[in-house]
């Protein structure tokens, strides 16, 4: 079955750029989508269909896409981004919806 | 504003049943797909299944499929899973999501807990 790949963990500093990237064979044919989970909290969107951002989502996450990969880009990096990050998309022939094994971002 | 609440969540024994509930409110419920994904305490995301707003599609990882159930009654703004043949392996927080697009999980709910254990 269709697979998404991150890199487990990464940490940057304050003020920093924090680029988190999410490998997968249908991008970008698919669309990829971008949740942020804090602990003890439901995971919130926070791009959709690559580059679009929610409303009330900060201007500093951005998204960007190069052939198979996608990445979510936080720049300017704040204490209260640490958290998991998770890539999503779909398995269109197989009609189900994939996530990738999220990065855990740190703030130094 | 968007509300997803879910209930029913408990422990229950390996090949026992048990129903989950959602109730959504501040948008109208029929207009949307609606989802349960899970997540393992400490594991990462995995999607379960997806009903489409008037409930003629439903979508289900493999891993549930045969087992578990979802449901929806608009009336009621609610959805459902119905899940039999629980196995260890389910034991998960199990989030209800509105799926815009189909696709994109923009409101999700604050979880329910559930745990299959002898």
């Known amino acids: 079955s269709y697979e998404v790949t991150q890199q487990p963990s990464m940490s940057v500093s304050p003020g920093q750029t924090a680029r988190i990237t999410c490998s997968g064979d249908a991008f970008p044919d698919v669309y990829a989508y971008w949740y942020q989970q804090k602990p003890g909290q439901a995971p919130q969107l926070v791009m959709f269909?690559?580059?679009e951002r929610p409303s009330g989502i900060p201007e500093r996450f951005s998204g960007s896409i190069s052939g198979t990969a996608v990445t979510l880009i936080i720049s300017g990096v704040q204490a209260e981004d640490e958290a998991d990050y998770y890539c999503?998309?779909?398995?269109?022939?197989?009609?189900?919806?994939?996530f990738g094994g999220g990065t855990k971002l740190t703030v130094l | 504003q968007v509300q997803l609440v879910e209930s029913g969540g408990g422990l229950v024994k390996p090949g026992g049943s048990l129903r989950l509930s959602c109730a959504a409110s501040g948008f109208t419920f029929s207009d949307y797909y609606m989802s349960w994904i899970r997540q393992t305490p400490g594991k990462g995301l995995e999607w379960v299944s997806t009903l489409h707003y008037g409930g003629r599609t439903i979508y289900y990882s493999d891993s549930v499929r045969g087992r578990f159930t979802i449901s929806r009654d608009n009336a009621k703004s609610s959805l459902y899973l119905q899940m039999d043949s629980l196995r260890d392996v389910d034991t998960a927080v199990y989030y209800c999501a509105r799926a815009t697009g189909g696709e994109a999980f923009d409101y999700w709910g604050q979880g329910t807990l559930v745990t299959v254990s002898s």
């Open positions: 999503q998309s779909t398995d269109r022939s197989h009609n189900s919806v994939v």
């Open positions: 269909q690559g580059t």
